[in-house]
């Protein structure tokens, strides 16, 4: 049963452009994460979000945002998309910092 | 710094065969462990989480158990079955952070 839900699934965009990417949680949890999965199928963290505190992943670029309205919702906002963005983007969320993640389906992201 | 590795990148297997993978971490304060499983084209989910020390944890046919004295957190099955074929990821929660492995790819052929 889906509680981490993203939009959209699949996003197709060329150099220069901002994209957005929306994730929602139904969990009631505290705290929720954006990850990139490359290629080579790996995760990368690269925010968490915890009562509005944000950790950064120093080595994610600027380009990249996080957005919060509130809890259940953390969307990622790309400025300026390069080739190498091309990557499925997941988000997940947890009860707390110390808790398993539950992860939504992804959003697969082509930079052209 | 805190960290996982997982030296296999790739583990192929007969159907019926029991698996091991290998999943040691570091840090310098009590982690919390966790394997995830990631079939193709679907979100990684969990797996198992750690118990205490040199207690055995299981789901779905899966058992590890946390070794603090040799910092692993193995995954093992005895028989493994073709959907078992998946990326298994090795995680570590230590201090509110998360530490992901590379993955292990798990293939299964009959």
């Known amino acids: 049963e889906t509680a981490v839900f993203q939009t959209p699934n699949y996003h197709v965009t060329q150099v220069g452009n901002e994209v957005s990417f929306n994730c929602k949680q139904t969990?009631?949890?505290?705290?929720m994460y954006w990850y990139k999965q490359d290629s080579k199928k790996l995760l990368k963290i690269m925010f968490s979000?915890?009562?509005?505190?944000?950790?950064v992943n120093e080595t994610v670029p600027r380009r990249f945002s996080p957005q919060s309205s509130d809890k259940a919702h953390l969307n990622l906002r790309i400025k300026s998309v390069e080739p190498e963005d091309s990557a499925v983007y997941l988000c997940?969320?947890?009860?707390?910092?110390?808790?398993?993640?539950?992860f939504g389906p992804g959003t697969r992201l082509t930079v052209l | 710094g805190d960290s996982v590795t997982q030296t296999e990148g790739l583990v192929t297997l007969t159907k019926g065969l029991p698996v091991m993978l290998n999943c040691t971490y570091q840090?310098?304060?009590?982690?919390?462990l966790f394997w995830y499983v990631q079939h193709l084209n679907e979100a990684p989910k969990l797996l198992l989480k750690?118990?205490?020390?040199?207690k055995r944890t299981e789901h779905q046919g899966f058992y590890a158990t946390l070794h603090k004295s040799s910092s692993s957190f193995h995954l093992q099955k005895s028989s493994v079955q073709l959907s078992d074929s998946a990326l298994y990821f090795c995680?570590?929660?230590?201090?509110?952070?998360?530490?992901f492995g590379d993955g292990t790819q798990l293939v299964v052929k009959p």
């Open positions: 750690s118990s205490t020390d040199n």
């Open positions: 979000y915890n009562n509005k505190q944000l950790i």
């Open positions: 997940a969320s947890s009860l707390d910092r110390a808790a398993e993640q539950f």
């Open positions: 995680a570590l929660i230590r201090n509110n952070r998360i530490f």
């Open positions: 969990l009631g949890h505290d705290t």
């Open positions: 840090t310098t304060y009590s982690p919390f």
